[in-house]
């Protein structure tokens, strides 16, 4: 045999060793818990917070991008949007990722179940149309 008895033996007192290898897990952890998880979590709860105040004429972001006004809210969970004159959508709540402007408070206002006043502003005269192939070809002026 190549190896003594004597050197196969194990040390005693081994429980030194478990906490020393131990402790890189913790200081992970740790690490881990002030940089990623408590940060997450107040981003969270921040995010909470915003979706409990959104009210009727808030401009909200949704998160497909799309912006438009808050016009009714229906539920907890529920908001009616309206994207374009007269086009209104209904939308979950937890969709919405940012107010991008804060409507003027209406719960002192008489507020009906069928308030169809748009709140969006009237769009702009539109000019005269013409085709691509007169703008082309330089047809009437």
Same mark, same amino acid.
């Given at each position: !045999? ?7 033996? %194990?040390?005693?007192? +081994? ?14 952890? =740790? ?5 990623? &998880?408590?940060?997450?979590? @107040?981003? !969270?709860?921040?995010?909470?917070? !915003?979706?409990?105040? =959104? ?7 949704? +998160?497909?991008?799309? &912006? ?6 229906? @539920? ?7 994207? %374009?004159?007269? =086009?209104?959508?209904? &939308? ?15 719960? +002192?206002?008489?507020? @009906? ?5 748009? !709140?969006?502003? $009237?769009?702009? $005269? ?16």
């Amino acid at each position: !045999m190549f190896i003594s008895p004597a050197w196969a033996q %194990a040390a005693g007192g +081994g429980s030194g060793d478990f906490l020393v290898q131990l402790f890189p897990l913790i200081l992970i952890f =740790v690490v881990f818990y002030f940089l990623l &998880i408590r940060p997450q979590q @107040s981003k !969270m709860k921040a995010q909470r917070e !915003m979706l409990a105040g =959104v009210k009727r004429g808030d401009r909200v972001v949704t +998160g497909g991008g799309i &912006i438009g006004l808050v016009t009714k809210v229906i @539920s907890d969970n529920e908001l009616q949007v309206e994207l %374009a004159d007269g =086009v209104r959508v209904r &939308i979950v709540k937890q969709t919405i990722t940012d107010i991008l402007t804060r409507g003027e408070s209406v719960r +002192g206002a008489k507020e @009906s179940e069928e308030d169809d006043k748009p !709140m969006l502003p $009237p769009p702009p $005269p539109a000019g005269e149309r013409k085709s691509l192939l007169g703008n082309l070809f330089g047809g009437k002026k």
